[in-house]
């Protein structure tokens, strides 16, 4: 069974950093990109950012680029989206998933998996 398990969303005022992770399970993504999602309140879901099956690429929706970093270890098939510079407009539920192709991709339709979400709330 495929698990994607988001952790490390919370509370934090603008300015902060938070750091999430995303721990998968029932199944080796190394030959898969993995992104993160996001959806506030009364809105669709939105691209974050992508990276690479080898971690080479990454690409960032224009609203976070320059404070967000991607990462991946696959060693311990984990993804982790570094937050920096947090303002109140990135309070949403955050969602990890994964792809069906190893380049980095912004189509949601293209992630069968995703985890469950974590929520981040930045207060002003």
């Known amino acids: 069974q495929v698990q994607l398990v988001e952790s490390g969303g919370g509370l934090v005022q603008a300015g902060g950093s938070l750091r999430l992770s995303c721990a998968t399970s029932?199944?080796?993504?190394?030959?898969?990109?993995m992104g993160w999602f996001r959806q506030a309140p009364g809105k669709e879901r939105e691209f974050v950012a992508s990276?690479?099956?080898?971690?080479?690429?990454?690409l960032y929706a224009d609203s976070v680029k320059g404070r967000f970093t991607i990462s991946r270890d696959n060693a311990k098939n984990a993804v982790i989206l570094q937050m920096n510079s947090l303002k109140p407009e990135d309070t949403a539920i955050y969602y990890c998933?994964?792809?069906?192709?190893?380049?980095?991709?912004?189509?949601?339709?293209?992630?069968?998996?995703w985890g469950q979400g974590t929520q981040v709330t930045v207060s002003s």
């Open positions: 998933a994964a792809s069906v192709l190893p380049e980095t991709t912004v189509s949601q339709n293209l992630y069968p998996y």
């Open positions: 029932g199944r080796t993504f190394s030959s898969s990109s």
């Open positions: 990276i690479s099956a080898d971690g080479g690429a990454a």
